[in-house]
């Protein structure tokens, strides 16, 4: 059985066949799957899915590049709120996205903080977003001490010394669809000397999706995929590298059994 870490399955990309989308990915062996919510209409649509299906978690919080629509602390309260949901299991995916010219470095900068602390204050993991900010990615979260709460880079897509560095601070590394991509060596030279026990997997659905349905859209069924390879990079079995980022999952994110 396989944990999909990051998916988006309440997106409108799945409006007309949500349900068989979702049983498709328990066919498939997807044992959880965790939904994020990352800003005021994904939010309370993640939280509907983690109430209506026991084996999908949530995760809220902001991402940056909605920081310029938020309203910091009556949304920051939203969120410390539904932090005490059992189904919310970290906050994010927050970060720093320098691609996308949508909201201001500096609010983007001061949206991540606040969640940092946030989650310092709560105990909760954080999933980030880093899109062309590695280096003040890395600064923020060793300035407001994020390794006591860590969490996970989602969707990695640096380079080994940036892993390493988020791997001291108590990261854990998550790969999706884009390390099956035949031309992705550095994705793939990472993810051979990420240790066993911080690989996370994901999809990131309905986007990034692996090949060989590059082009199509991403759907949890497709983690598989991701495991394939993974499996390969390592010189694993498909079941080892199942159970050893199942496991991993259950321990970053406190997931029941």
Known sequence: MIIDTHAHLDSPKFDNDREEVIARAREAGIDTIVNIGFNRETIPTTMALAE???FIYAVVGWHPTDAVDMKLEEDLAWIESLCNHPKVVAIGEIGLDYYWDTSPKELQQTVFREQI???????????IHN???HEDILRLLKEENASEVGGIMHCFSGSWETARKCLDMNFYISFGGPVTFKNARVPKEVLERVPMDRLLLETDAPYLTPHPHRGKRNESAFVRLVAEEAASIKGVTLEEISIITSDNARRCLSLSR
């Open 117 to 127: 602390r946030l989650a310092r204050k709560l105990g909760k993991p954080i999933v």
């Open 52 to 54: 209506k299906y026991p």
């Open 131 to 133: 899109r062309d900010a």
